[in-house]
Antibody
């Protein structure tokens, strides 16, 4: 059974950093592209970025709104995906989800506020 | 960016009714389209991928069709548990991945 568990969310001041984790199990981790999405309260989901599979070197792509501030990485030995979020803005406030092959985690809430 | 225009934004229908939601892409996305169901406080749940392929375990009253720029999602006989917000999402090779604005489905 595919499982994705996000963690690392919380309340952070604007301009500070936070690192989210997505712990996975139930599939061959290295073979899959893994997405991060986010959803602000009352809004639709928004794609944040992804890391490609091992075959494609785990390379990453990002939405314009986070490019240069967020960095996605993956640890194939631990089957965990990370997202380092720097220079956080109030508009980054959202529930953050990781996703693989249509399976989503339960999400972790990030609140950026002074 | 590829814009996804989803309509209606909300609808109210009776149990047993046929419900149809449309999604239009701003450019050709072939059949690279997902349909998701989301209930309050929960993550989106994938119902249909590749525009018309039903995810394993999803009831057959859900269906999708279309290709290119015009897509349709149908619930053939609305059930009380189908109350949710539904989103289309394109995954063409041209990034970013984008979603429609959502359709809130309620029982009349």
């Amino acid at each position: 059974e595919v499982q994705l568990v996000e963690s690392g969310g919380g309340l952070v001041q604007p301009g500070r950093a936070l690192r989210l984790s997505c712990a996975t199990s139930g599939f061959t981790f290295g073979d899959y592209l893994i997405n991060w999405f986010r959803q602000a309260a009352g809004k639709g989901p928004e794609w944040v970025g992804f890391t490609r599979s091992r075959t494609y070197g785990g390379t990453t792509e990002y939405a314009a709104s986070v490019k240069g501030r967020f960095t996605i990485s993956r640890d194939d030995s631990k089957t965990i995906v990370y997202m380092q979020m720097n220079s956080l803005k109030t508009e980054d406030t959202a529930v953050y989800y990781c996703e693989v092959g249509g399976y989503w985690g339960q999400g972790t809430l990030v609140t950026v506020s002074s | 960016d590829i814009q996804m225009t989803q309509s209606p934004s909300s609808l109210s229908a009776s149990v047993g009714d046929r419900v149809t939601i449309t999604c239009q892409a701003s450019q050709d996305i072939a059949n690279y389209l997902n349909w998701y169901q989301q209930k309050p406080g929960k993550a989106p749940k994938l119902l249909i991928y590749d525009a018309s392929t039903l995810e394993i375990g999803v009831p057959t009253r859900f269906s999708g069709s279309g290709s290119g720029t015009d897509f349709t999602f149908t619930i053939s006989s609305l059930q009380p548990e189908d109350t949710a917000t539904y989103y289309c999402q394109q995954y063409d090779t041209l990034l970013p991945l984008t979603f429609g604005g959502g359709t809130r489905v309620e029982i009349k």
